[in-house]
């Protein structure tokens, strides 16, 4: 990721004061509130809330476009998945400057949910998670989900496939294609691609297909990697694998793999 982390809150306080600059952020209101519910009283000032709220953020970024990012503390998820609240504040709040014309409609704030393995699912225990996630400061292995439920199995799946691959042990089809060249592709060796990837190169996740039978769920899913650069593009592997979560067996971040399927492009 592009940028310098840094730590403690003098950069959010920054932007905090730059904020308060701005209009319609001075402290006294130019006319009377009409109050339709009793508010608790409170000594704190913004700076006060806001600082308070500085001290909760682990660490930032600061793009070179001059956007910046918050990260909340992260939790523990599961046993092996740390989950992360990632803060996106625009250049335009950052630097305090007025929107433009074209910037009218976008959001000035996002905040979106990011996870991280802090462990292989074949190793360790669920007595270090809480600890292990309260120290996780590696942001740059966190991958985004589209869902709730799927994290901790894409990582579980993964880590299954690259260890049976590197052993050989492999019971499921496994297929590699190279589409780098054309759309059509070429095959390619599974087990020497998939060397170079790991649990935290993960780049995304998503579900592609889920369907239950009488014993078990079957589900797709897709997860995706960016694995270098070719002729200034991006170069992307996109690794699908049908698996089956047993009932009374398997929670929902396991599953039994059914099939792998790795497909490398440029985007």
């Not at 170079?196 to 995706?224: A, M, V, Y």
Request: glycine share 8%; net charge neutral.
């Amino acid at each position: 990721m592009a940028g310098k982390w840094t730590f403690g809150t003098g950069r959010l306080l920054a932007l905090v004061a730059a904020l308060a600059a701005l209009p319609g952020c001075d402290r006294a209101p130019k006319k009377p509130v009409v109050e339709t519910a009793a508010a608790p009283a409170t000594s704190s000032s913004r700076a006060e809330i806001f600082g308070r709220l500085a001290d909760t953020f682990v660490a930032s970024e600061t793009y070179p476009t001059g956007n910046m990012i918050f990260y909340a503390p992260p939790k523990a998820y599961g046993s092996w998945l740390c989950r992360v609240d990632k803060i996106s504040i625009p250049e335009w709040i950052a630097r305090g400057r007025p929107k433009s014309e074209g910037e009218k409609w976008k959001d000035d704030i996002a905040v979106e949910t990011y996870y991280a393995a802090w462990r292989s699912p074949a190793e360790g225990n669920d007595d270090d998670r809480e600890a292990a996630c309260a120290k996780f400061r590696d942001f740059d292995t966190l991958f985004y989900a589209d869902g709730i439920d799927g994290p901790g199995r894409y990582i579980f799946l993964l880590d299954r496939l690259l260890r049976d691959l590197a052993a050989g042990k492999t019971t499921y089809p496994v297929e590699c294609v190279d589409r780098r060249g054309s759309r059509a592709g070429k095959p390619c060796d599974a087990k020497a691609v998939a060397s170079g990837l790991s649990i935290r190169k993960l780049g995304s996740g998503q579900t592609e297909s889920e369907r239950e039978t009488e014993n078990s769920f079957l589900r797709t899913d897709r997860l995706h990697f960016r694995i270098g650069n070719a002729h200034d593009h991006p170069v992307i592997l996109v690794l699908t694998i049908d698996s089956e979560q047993h009932f009374g067996r398997q929670s929902i971040d396991e599953g039994d793999i059914r099939s792998a399927r790795l497909e490398m492009e440029v985007i």
